[in-house]
């Protein structure tokens, strides 16, 4: 087995990108810029749309199917290291790697992340995240976010006003689509995350595990809240003319800003606090009760 020069350092880096990786979302994306298109004009597609979906099932299927630990395991054999410690008192869970290292560490020293039992400040920065995303999710509905123009009219859409006219212009498809992605999955995502940071704090409404569940799936649904942005910047390339341009509103700036700080907040966030608030409410369940009078002989 061979170990390459900055291998190790190459893998601690593709990890954390892999959070980041939109390339399933921009095909659908392209699907649906195909479809507005094919409206208006002839398109049809070269050899790399096809290609690009080869590129998406491979790059998330790999990402998907082989467990970072298990590749952190791989490259620490070859280099003559062992990365597996038992599970004590004394060690901490890396959240990373999912490794347990001893807690003088600083940083990991199977993945190089900061080790720490908890987050610190997990949730003041995760509700920062989240009330700046509510703040501008306003104005990113309100101002218009694509202006599209010709020699006799000029067309400002709103993120609503946008999907009204192409559901009654009859490509409803695409309304369900940019109405999905652009009002319900970053709504539903700012009020999943709302839930998450009071249920932290204050208690749980279910199981920790159920409450584990729903922090899963609102880390995976972000950043299918971009398909409407890369949308725009497909009709932006495709109608750049004299005769037709498509340019981006002030909203399209602060849509981006909602699904980025939406998918801080939700990576900032903890969830074994979730865990810890579970464990401290059994706790106080089960704690006998100080005020009840012990039983009196007659």
Same mark, same amino acid.
């Given at each position: 087995?061979k170990?390459?020069?900055?291998l190790l350092?190459?893998?601690?880096?593709?990890?954390?990108?892999?959070?980041?990786?939109?390339v399933?979302?921009?095909?659908?994306?392209?699907?649906?810029?195909?479809?507005?298109?094919?409206s208006?004009?002839?398109?049809?597609?070269?050899?790399?749309?096809?290609?690009?979906?080869?590129?998406?099932?491979?790059?998330?299927?790999?990402?998907?199917?082989?467990?970072?630990?298990?590749?952190?395991?791989?490259?620490?054999r070859?280099?003559?290291?062992?990365?597996v410690?038992?599970?004590?008192?004394?060690?901490?869970?890396?959240?990373?790697?999912?490794?347990?290292r001893?807690?003088?560490e600083?940083?990991?020293?199977?993945?190089g992340?900061?080790?720490?039992?908890?987050?610190?400040?997990?949730?003041?920065?995760?509700?920062?995240?989240?009330?700046?995303?509510?703040?501008?999710?306003?104005?990113?509905? =309100?101002?218009? *976010?694509?202006? #599209?123009?010709?020699? +006799?009219? %000029?067309?400002?859409n709103?993120?609503?006003?946008?999907? &009204? !006219?192409?559901?009654?212009?009859?490509?409803?498809?695409?309304?369900?689509?940019?109405?999905?992605?652009?009002?319900?999955?970053?709504?539903?995502?700012?009020?999943?995350?709302?839930?998450?940071?009071?249920?932290?704090?204050?208690?749980?409404?279910?199981?920790?595990?159920?409450?584990q569940r729903?922090?899963?799936?609102?880390?995976?649904?972000?950043?299918?809240?971009?398909?409407?942005?890369? =949308?725009?910047? *497909?009709?932006? #390339?495709?109608?750049? +003319?004299? %005769?037709?341009?498509?340019?981006?509103?002030?909203?399209? &700036? !602060?849509?981006?800003l909602?699904?980025?700080?939406?998918?801080l907040?939700?990576?900032?966030?903890?969830?074994?606090?979730?865990?810890?608030?579970?464990?401290?409410?059994?706790q106080?369940?089960?704690?006998?009760?100080?005020?009840?009078?012990?039983?009196q002989?007659?």
């Open positions: 087995e170990v390459y020069p900055g350092y190459a893998t601690r880096t593709l990890v954390r990108l892999r959070h980041w990786i939109m399933d979302v921009f095909f659908i994306s392209t699907l649906v810029a195909y479809i507005k298109l094919s208006v004009a002839k398109v049809e597609f070269g050899a790399a749309f096809y290609l690009m979906f080869v590129l998406a099932v491979m790059l998330i299927r790999t990402s998907v199917s082989i467990p970072q630990h298990w590749v952190y395991y791989k490259i620490h070859m280099l003559g290291r062992d990365a410690q038992t599970a004590s008192e004394e060690r901490i869970c890396c959240s990373r790697c999912l490794y347990f001893g807690r003088e600083a940083t990991c020293g199977v993945c992340a900061d080790l720490y039992d908890r987050r610190p400040k997990s949730l003041s920065i995760s509700t920062a995240f989240l009330i700046a995303a509510m703040l501008l999710y306003v104005p990113a509905n =309100v101002l218009p *976010i694509m202006i #599209s123009s010709n020699p +006799t009219t %000029v067309q400002i709103t993120i609503f006003n946008g999907i &009204v !006219y192409m559901w009654n212009d009859g490509d409803k498809l695409i309304a369900v689509i940019i109405f999905s992605a652009s009002i319900l999955v970053p709504g539903a995502k700012i009020v999943l995350l709302l839930v998450l940071n009071i249920s932290a704090r204050y208690g749980l409404p279910a199981g920790a595990r159920t409450m729903l922090y899963r799936f609102t880390e995976s649904i972000g950043k299918w809240s971009m398909i409407d942005i890369f =949308v725009i910047i *497909i009709l932006m #390339s495709a109608f750049h +003319t004299y %005769v037709a341009r498509v340019v981006p509103g002030q909203a399209a &700036v !602060y849509f981006c909602v699904v980025l700080l939406t998918m907040s939700a990576y900032f966030f903890d969830p074994r606090l979730l865990w810890d608030k579970a464990h401290s409410f059994e106080s369940a089960n704690r006998p009760s100080e005020n009840v009078p012990a039983n002989p007659e």
